[in-house]
């Protein structure tokens, strides 16, 4: 049973999945021979299909892995270019155009290259078998060749005909086998003719004494010996693709061989028949493996060993894949974010939610009561003087009465739902996005744009429904609104505090300007406006150039100092109105429009965090993990969770040594099972 190689071509095709290097390449039939002598036309007897690129212009431009995988119990034949990814190819017509194009694709000034291309073929007509078809020896270079192409070819040749491969070296009949390119090249590398293979083609072209001549050479002599064969494709099954070819030539083979038994019939002791070479082919290759699985388990141990080093000092023995690197990735995401969450609810929402309409009051106020409209190159001004009145405004007066109802109503109708449903909703994908920079997750742009699009998927689902509930909540408060005494002092407490924070930045603003540009260059400019507002100055024609000696820049600066002034002395005023007796009781809101105002805004945050919490807070924090394990957990397949490991080069290459490690672990247990197998198949037969 031809076991071994079966086993071996399976610990290749590992091998090749883990990067192997050079030490562990296993044995093959390397096939040579001169343009055509008949290669092509051998393999394809074994493969039992057409499969190589044809045509004049030499057409085998790289070297050709052929690894040929019997699977008895298969009905379907097919071919598999590994490294390319194509898939299973059942149509052989079209393995030969890849074939074709993948040599072409080779620049003609090039005309040869090593870099083998790798193919397998599956079949229940085949046998395990592992085999290197080369460029086949040119005697004349062609006129749009490179001269040194000859050269080229046989360098190329010679690095494959190295031990431990076996040498299929291919000779037409019809040439004198002094002649033989091959058995010349075959010679220089195993003058003893120990794994070389002679294979002599086209004998039905010579007398079959000729042939009897041939088979029986001396000059040369091949442990492994030579085999005659008779590989024409008949005419026939070429236009019938699709038919199995061996069974075609086999039958012409036959005919010929059994036409002439006095040469090459049963009681001559000569080898001839393509079954003939296919089964010494098997019965060598299988030979080759198990003498080569001792040398072949020594270096995979090395291997081994050095890769079982790297892991330990670069890794520190961590064991990883890239399932179980998504899994801890997301479990550390999902537990910051959980994080969060305990932190980010209903009273921080709250929290968040007053300070922006807090803002809203403050424009509201500077708006209606504080400022006077801005004039043309004036700078903004308060209205310190009807401040005045404002203390004394009551409720029978109509134009303090309307002020605040105005005030009122545009705080109720500023579109709370929307501007509360944005403010939280880009809280969280801020906060997302921060937990996404502080993970594993920063070098993986895959996985981030999954972690967005849960969070983003979610808050614009429930963006429109969350606002318009909020809206609707609200919407009482845009009729009226009752206060009571509670509500008042803590609106006062609450707006003083705001207004005093408003009168540190206003300070701050105002220090950093004067830093800026000089304090006295400052009070100079300030100093020059004051007179321009006194009207003590007349700007007459153009001032796009700047007055009074000062830059347009330093006016401008000029105006903000004049008017961060102007607003301190105001919050200042405000400050002493809202701890005055008047602002102690709710009656007197007219006078009182910041307390007033606040109460109101207080009052549209609870309603609204009431649904932000159950529409959109709750939501979220119970649908994002899932969507995350729907985005980044079950629903990746296996090519996208390595794809993802993969994007980080630190992961990728611990991933690799892992993956080296874990995959020469169990080449090695499989090598010392077909070492043991073999020991015993030895001890039956007696041998050893
Ligand atoms: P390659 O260039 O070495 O691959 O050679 P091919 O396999 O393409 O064969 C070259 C030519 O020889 C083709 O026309 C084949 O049909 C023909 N040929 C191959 N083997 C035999 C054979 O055993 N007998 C005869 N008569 N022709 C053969």
């Known amino acids: 049973m031809m076991l071994l190689t079966k086993k071996m071509i399976e610990i290749r095709t590992l091998l090749n999945t883990i990067g192997q290097s050079d030490a562990l390449t296993l044995p093959s039939i390397v096939v040579i021979g001169s343009q055509s002598s008949g290669k092509s036309s051998v393999l394809e007897a074994i493969v039992g299909h057409e499969f190589l690129p044809k045509g004049s212009n030499m057409v085998t431009r790289r070297p050709i892995e052929l690894t040929l995988v019997n699977t008895p119990d298969a009905k379907a034949e097919y071919g598999e270019f590994p490294a390319l990814k194509l898939g299973k190819i059942t149509d052989f017509s079209q393995i030969q155009r890849t074939l074709t194009d993948l040599n072409l694709a080779v620049p003609a000034e090039q005309c040869v290259t090593d870099d083998p291309i790798q193919l397998s073929i599956y079949s229940p007509n085949v046998p395990d078998l592992s085999l290197i078809d080369l460029p086949g020896y040119i005697q004349v270079v062609g006129k749009d060749q490179p001269l040194e192409l000859k050269q080229k070819i046989s360098d190329l040749c010679d690095k494959y005909i190295q031990p431990p491969n076996v040498i299929l070296a291919i000779s037409a009949a019809d040439v004198d086998l002094a002649n033989s390119t091959a058995l010349r090249a075959s010679r220089r590398v195993d003058p003893r003719g120990e794994r070389t293979i002679g294979v002599i083609t086209k004998m039905d072209l010579v007398d079959p004494e000729r042939g009897v001549d041939i088979l029986t050479d001396r000059k040369y002599p091949l442990r492994l010996g030579y085999v005659g064969v008779v590989c024409k494709i008949p005419q026939q099954t070429l236009f019938n693709r699709g038919t199995n070819v061996t069974t075609a030539i086999v039958k012409n083979e036959n005919a010929y061989f059994t036409s002439h038994p006095i040469q090459f019939g049963s009681e001559s002791d000569l080898q001839v028949g393509t079954p003939k070479l296919r089964k010494k082919l098997m019965t060598t290759l299988e030979q080759v493996m198990a003498a080569s699985l001792a040398g072949t388990r020594d ?112 705080l109720t109708k500023l579109g709370i739902g929307r501007l509360a449903t944005m403010a939280v909703a880009t809280q969280l994908q801020d906060q997302v996005n921060q937990l996404i920079d502080a993970s594993t997750f920063a070098s993986h742009p895959f996985a981030q744009k999954a972690i967005r699009d849960a969070s983003g998927t979610i808050l614009n689902d429930r963006f429109y429904s969350t606002s318009d509930q909020v809206e609707n909540c609200i919407k009482p408060y845009k009729f009226e609104i009752e206060v009571d005494d509670h509500e008042w002092a803590k609106g006062r407490q609450n707006i003083h505090a705001v207004l005093r924070e408003e009168l540190k930045a206003c300070e701050a603003a105002r220090k950093q300007l004067e830093d800026a540009v000089g304090k006295r260059k400052l009070k100079d400019v300030t100093a020059f406006i004051e007179r321009v507002r006194k009207g003590e100055v007349v700007l007459g024609g153009d001032t796009s150039a700047g007055a009074g000696g000062f830059s347009v820049e330093l006016l401008e600066r000029g105006r903000q100092a004049t008017f961060l002034s102007q607003r301190a002395s105001l919050l200042q005023l405000r400050l002493l109105a809202i701890k005055s007796k008047t602002c102690a009781t709710k009656s007197n809101k007219y006078a009182c429009p910041e307390i007033f105002l606040d109460v109101v805004a207080d009052k549209l945050t609870s309603t609204a965090v009431l649904f932000l919490n159950v529409e959109l807070l709750s939501e979220f924090y119970y649908n994002f993990p899932r969507e995350l394990d729907l985005r980044l957990g079950k629903g990746l397949s296996v090519d996208e969770v390595e794809r993802f490991a993969g994007e980080d080069g630190k992961v990728r290459r611990h991933l690799e040594v892992v993956r080296r490690k874990e995959g020469l672990e169990m080449v090695l247990r499989k090598i010392e099972g077909l070492r043991e197998m073999e020991g015993r198949v030895r001890k039956e037969h007696g041998v050893g």
């Open 299 to 410: 270096a995979i141990v090395q291997e081994l060993e050095e890769a079982s080093y790297e892991f330990k000092v670069q890794y520190n023995e961590r064991a990883l894949s890239p399932e179980s690197y998504l899994a801890e990735s997301l479990d550390a995401f999902k537990h910051n974010f959980k994080a969060f969450q305990e932190g980010f609810g209903r009273p921080e929402v709250r929290q968040m939610l007053k300070q922006v309409l807090d803002q809203k009051v403050l424009d509201l106020l500077a708006k209606r009561y504080w400022n006077k409209p801005i004039e043309d190159l004036a700078p903004p001004q308060i209205e310190p003087e009807s401040l005045e009145q404002l203390s004394k405004a009551t409720e029978g007066n109509i134009y303090w009465t309307r002020k605040l109802d105005a005030s009122t109503s545009e």
